[in-house]
């Protein structure tokens, strides 16, 4: 008798009726055709799971976080631009394949962003990375910007802007005006980050409807501070400091 293998849409079924049974929260789901999150996967939920429990120390803050970082450059990666490439095997056979068009750069937003350098960087070898520190008042949450410094070229490059935390919105809409000063092209930035608000998406979606966003998660909302609920506190501090 010919074993049965589960189809795709069998395991996702069978992943969905085993999440309803076990009650994991999975991410809010937005109308917009520019905001792609990561599929919703157990090794997803499980991997989110440890980086925003409470007791993870920073070592496994770490480890976890850039688990899932790779998880979003790889998605990202899908959003650029190829060609066709045809070559040939080995074996002298001809494939039809892709190339990526097109140079890129990442650019992070400081400090947490930078976290997330390292993630770009193992798939896109030595590619360049600018930076915008933009720092968001403790009290107003307010965005600040205090300093830029991006590749000369930047405007015939596409971006990935990087940066885990996506609350108001603020601190990604401010560098988005600074990319756009540049002459860099709102549908050549590509957004990756962690864990977003649905505040902070419909704001941002709203200012730059033709960029693409590519996040793991949208949480439920914000708190009084401003701070993503559930979420998972203070990214920065997390990473480099507590
Ligand atoms: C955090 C985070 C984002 C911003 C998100 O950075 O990394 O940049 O807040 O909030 P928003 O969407 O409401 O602007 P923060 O300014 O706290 O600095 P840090 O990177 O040094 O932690
Ligand atoms: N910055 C963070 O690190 N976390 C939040 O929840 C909001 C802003």
């Not at 980050?193 to 590519?214: H, Q, Y």
Request: charged share 25%; with cysteine; aromatic share 8%.
């Amino acid at each position: 008798k010919e074993t049965q293998y589960a189809t795709t849409k069998d395991v996702v079924e069978t992943y969905e009726r085993k999440t309803q049974s076990l009650k994991a929260t999975l991410s809010v789901e937005v109308p917009f055709e520019n905001v792609h999150v990561l599929p919703q996967t157990p090794q997803l939920i499980a991997l989110l799971s440890i980086i925003r429990n409470k007791t993870t120390d920073r070592a496994d803050f770490i480890f976890y976080s850039n688990r899932i970082i790779r998880l979003l450059v790889e998605e990202g990666l899908n959003h650029l631009p190829v060609i066709e490439h045809a070559i040939t095997t080995p074996v002298g056979r001809a494939y039809n394949g892709l190339m990526f068009q097109g140079k890129i750069c990442g650019v992070s937003i400081m400090r947490a962003g930078e976290a997330m350098e390292q993630g770009l960087r193992d798939c896109c070898r030595s590619v360049r990375i600018g930076k915008i520190l933009i720092q968001r008042d403790e009290d107003t949450a307010q965005p600040k910007l205090f300093y830029d410094k991006l590749p000369d070229d930047i405007a015939d490059r596409w971006v990935m802007l990087l940066d885990p935390m996506f609350a108001t919105g603020g601190s990604a809409i401010m560098a988005v005006q600074v990319l756009k000063a540049k002459g860099v092209p709102e549908d050549r930035i590509l957004f990756l980050n962690l864990i977003a608000s649905p505040e902070g998406i419909n704001n941002f979606v709203k200012k730059f409807p033709r960029l693409k966003v590519v996040t793991a998660f949208i949480d439920e909302g914000l708190d009084e501070k401003n701070y993503i609920v559930p979420g998972l506190g203070d990214f920065g501090d997390r990473f480099y400091t507590m």
